[in-house]
């Protein structure tokens, strides 16, 4: 199952710090495949990740990798695109990393257009510092920071996104990782901020603290409560899955480099 | 052929980035250092290079860092408050080792302080700002042409020893306006890129001694980046031999280069019976009140750090038992440093904290002062 994409991965840096039953690995092999499929040149891709766990997927990948501070993978990814246009940026960040300390980046990415593909492992809780509640935790969902259910509102991410300005944002899960795949394929060929959440288990931090007995009892609830888009109306902790909206805008560097040429073509001779 | 213009201490720091190469710019607005950014919004995309106003001072520094490893010199600029937010992104670049510049024109402090007043109260920060041990350069010029000048060595410093440079600007230099001579030509230094194939790469590796040599993003050389303890191939380690290893070259690195790193002007000092220490603009005042001090028959002389980190250590070896007066606009900063050199007994600090700078008389009476007690 591994083999067809062997080749993408620092098979030296395995094994991974992933927990057993942990929905990480099966989203990046998810990505990674996308990657693949829209065959795109190793040297010419960028992973650039936060910090978290979902974070040090970069580092296990073979390409140009960087591994930067939690919550700015999207400020330094926008840098690297901005200097460096032709490069293909995949930006990878868990769900705290994306929506509390990055929040700003976040809405800042998508307002701009910049073309960058971001997606978000929403694993509903803050994993690797083991289990603080996430702007991402469902109500009432247990914490070690919210012991009697999380009194706060959870965010819906893509339409955060989309109001924002993104141009692309979608859903799906470790369970519908084909669908990931999918989904991931249109957010690269979208030309500018494209946003992916994949809902993934933490079984360890979050399963079983909010009565999951297995990691597969966890993907089966990813499975109920993942709805496409169009079946039928959501109620309780469902959510949607799919393409959720496309839209048309400028994308920022092709904008700046629309004003380089004009700036060239304005300059008085000699 | 150089040309002489009448130019803002600020707008000379854009024209020194961008003679130095510099075509990425990152920033937030803050007072008093705004009017760099503004010069680069203007300039960049003109010379194909980029400017971008981030959401925040930890975004520039995050984005100036991105488009530094994706091969273009890149820097921000920022004051005060900005510096500090900056602070984590800044030792991020200092461990993974990424050239960059940031402009710090320093404010009143602590907090949002005083906006508009100039003050030296960042020197400890620009060193030790970030978390852990850490290497860092820190250049300090006292006027418009030197400004210029050491913006173009902070970007061959940054590139040739692949650390983060901060050029440490008084609130007055920023703003003030002198004649600057621009040189026909200068000279650039550029990152060293890696001679093995992409096989044999090694991105943190000490084969080519304390620098290992960078590849740009997209160059073939696919590596990783991480702000964590790493190896020599970039991959996060906790072995702690190799975290040792690591942590030792990185301290380590510009130890053999300090003669090129770290500046200095001495002015007087043969015979002198009194030192006085200064940096950026409180060294102009100090060499007045060392004239001054001159035409009524004590002998003073000026020692001007123009890197105040690293310390120009070896350069300041003052004879024993000398007096030293550190006069500078914070509660005494840099005065630690050169009584870590000549011992807390001849050592005076001479500090200035209302927003106001320090006047020759000022220094010229402490002098007067300090010799008729020894
Ligand atoms: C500035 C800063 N604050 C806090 C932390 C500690 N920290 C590391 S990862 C993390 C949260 C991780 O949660 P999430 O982003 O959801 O990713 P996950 O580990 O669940 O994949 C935190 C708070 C840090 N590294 N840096």
């Known amino acids: 199952m591994f083999s067809d994409i062997a080749q993408y991965f620092r098979t030296e840096s395995l094994p991974h710090i992933w927990c057993p039953g942990c929905g990480n690995g099966t989203v990046t092999a998810a990505l990674v495949r996308a990657i693949k499929n829209l065959q795109l040149e190793q040297n010419n891709v960028v992973i650039v990740s936060g910090i978290g766990c979902s974070s040090r997927m970069s580092g296990y990948l073979d390409f140009n990798t960087q591994h930067t501070t939690h919550g700015r993978a999207l400020a330094f990814a926008t840098g690297i695109k901005l200097a460096k246009p032709e490069l293909d940026v995949f930006v990878v960040m868990g769900d705290g990393d994306c929506a509390a300390i990055g929040g700003n980046h976040l809405i800042h990415a998508a307002r701009r257009n910049i073309d960058l593909t971001a997606l978000v492992i929403n694993n509903g809780i803050y994993g690797m510092t083991g289990g603080q509640s996430s702007p991402l935790t469902p109500h009432d969902r247990r914490a070690t920071t919210m012991p009697f259910g999380n009194l706060e509102r959870s965010f819906d991410l893509v339409e955060l996104a989309k109001a924002a300005g993104a141009t692309y944002g979608a859903r799906a899960t470790a369970y519908h990782n084909q669908l990931l795949t999918k989904l991931l394929i249109d957010a690269y060929n979208n030309h500018g901020f494209s946003l992916v959440e994949a809902v993934a288990q933490c079984p360890v931090s979050y399963g079983r603290r909010n009565q999951f007995q297995t990691p597969a009892a966890m993907v089966m609830w990813q499975k109920e409560h993942g709805i496409k888009v169009g079946q039928h109306s959501i109620s309780g902790e469902d959510f949607y899955i799919g393409e959720i909206f496309r839209a048309e805008a400028a994308e920022f560097c092709a904008e700046y480099d629309r004003l380089r040429q004009r700036l060239q073509e304005d300059m008085p001779n000699g | ?374």
Not at chain 2, 70 to 89: I, R, W, Y
Not at chain 2, 154 to 176: K, S, T, Y
Not at chain 2, 243 to 270: C, G, M, W
Not at chain 2, 343 to 369: F, M
Request: charged share 15%; glycine share 8%; aromatic share 6%.
């Open chain 2, 1 to 374: 052929m150089s040309e002489a213009r009448l130019m803002q201490g600020n707008e000379a720091c854009a024209a020194g980035a961008i003679a130095a190469g510099a075509r990425f710019f990152a920033g937030y607005p803050i007072t008093p250092s705004s009017e760099i950014a503004e010069f680069m919004a203007e300039q960049l995309p003109r010379l194909g290079g980029t400017f971008i106003q981030m959401e925040d001072e930890i975004a520039s520094m995050a984005a100036v860092i991105g488009a530094s490893l994706a091969g273009v010199k890149s820097l921000t600029a920022t004051s005060g408050p900005g510096f500090s937010l900056k602070q984590e992104n800044l030792g991020y670049a200092a461990a993974t080792e990424v050239p960059c510049v940031i402009i710090n024109v320093q404010r009143g402090g602590p907090s949002t302080g005083l906006p508009t007043s100039p003050a030296q109260g960042d020197v400890m920060q620009a060193r030790w700002g970030t978390h852990g041990d850490h290497p860092i350069i820190v250049l300090s010029p006292a006027t418009v042409q030197e400004s210029y000048e050491l913006v173009i060595t902070a970007f061959n410093l940054a590139e040739e020893f692949r650390v983060p440079v901060i050029l440490l600007l008084d609130e007055v230099v920023g703003h003030l306006r002198e004649r600057v001579n621009l040189p026909a030509t200068v000279q650039i230094v550029n990152r060293k890129k890696p001679e093995v194939p992409p096989e044999r790469f090694s991105p943190y590796g000490d084969d080519h001694g304390m620098i290992p040599p960078m590849a740009n993003f997209g160059a073939g050389y696919r590596h990783h980046v991480t702000g964590l303890v790493h190896d020599v191939n970039g991959m996060p380690t906790v072995n702690p031999a190799l975290v040792t290893k690591f942590l030792l070259r990185l301290n380590h690195k510009l130890d053999p280069y300090l003669a090129k790193i770290s500046l200095y002007e001495q002015i007087l000092l043969e015979d002198a019976e009194v030192i006085v220490l200064a940096y950026g603009c409180t060294a102009r005042a100090a060499l007045e009140a060392v004239y001054l001090a001159r035409s009524s028959g004590i002998k003073a002389g000026l020692f001007r750090p123009i890197t105040l980190w690293p310390f120009p250590e070896a350069a300041f070896v003052p004879r024993q038992n000398i007096p030293i007066i550190v006069p500078e606009m914070n509660c005494g900063q840099l005065v630690g440093e050169v009584v870590k050199i000549a011992g807390r007994h001849n050592v005076y600090s001479l500090s200035r904290i209302d927003g106001e700078l320090i006047t020759p008389t000022q220094i010229s009476a402490k002098i007067s002062e300090v010799i008729s007690r020894v």
